[in-house]
């Protein structure tokens, strides 16, 4: 782990010198940042479309098939009856 992680310490400290302390600390937090919120977004967004889609499948009509299916079969149970 060490292996990796030096050389990355090493450019950041002849790039940035004395600011190096900040710098890797301000780039730490955006990436935990980062990490928290997309997955989040992601989740409010896959939540979303599947409420549309609830909110649509409910606001389907019945259509003149199904319409003249159940008429057909309810005439058919009124028929029976007698």
Do not use: H, N
Not at 15 to 41: D, E, H, Q, R
């Amino acid at each position: 782990m060490t292996t990796f992680i030096q050389p990355l310490l090493e450019i950041g400290d002849a790039v940035f010198g004395a600011y190096w302390p900040a710098v890797s600390l301000t780039v730490w937090t955006l990436l935990k940042i980062v990490a928290i919120v997309l997955p989040l977004m992601g989740a409010v967004a896959y939540l979303t479309l599947a409420e549309r889609k609830v909110i649509g499948y409910m606001q389907v009509r019945i259509g003149r098939i199904v319409s003249v299916t159940l008429d057909c079969f309810s005439r058919w149970l009124t028929a029976s009856s007698f």
